[in-house]
């Protein structure tokens, strides 16, 4: 997971494509750059999630690595969604209801 300026996203991609890494989820954004972050990790076989991802919630795991401040209780359903104005919403009305998730995870771009 890239949680750095966006500046350095490619730069960072590229060295953890060296070292073998098969996925990486980038937070920080800068259009510009998302051809030659595509580029970069196909060249590697790489998957990529973002730029401009929320992160990933998986409460099973007591993981919260995103930019939610949001506590969220364990369940069993999954929530994706692109749009980050819905992922904020389900996560306020889910935690006013108490309900859980298995994991949750906004992909970015």
């Keep these: 997971m890239l949680c750095t300026n966006a500046r350095r996203n490619l730069e960072l991609l590229e060295a953890l494509g060296q070292k073998g890494c098969k996925t990486c989820i980038i937070l920080s954004s800068q259009p ?3 051809p030659a972050l595509l580029e ?3 060249r590697y076989q790489m998957r990529l999630l973002g730029p401009n991802s929320l992160g990933l919630l998986a409460p099973w795991q007591g993981l919260n690595a995103s930019f939610s401040p949001v506590p969220i209780h364990r369940g069993k359903l999954a929530f994706i969604s ?3 104005a819905v992922s ?7 935690q006013q209801r ?12």
């Excluded at 998730?101 to 906004?106: A, C, D, E, S, V």
């Design 82 to 84: 692109q749009s980050a």
């Design 40 to 42: 970069c990790a196909a």
């Design 32 to 34: 510009e750059q998302y």
């Design 88 to 94: 904020n919403t389900i996560l306020d009305w889910a």
């Design 98 to 109: 108490e309900m859980g998730f298995f994991l949750l995870h906004r992909p970015g771009r």
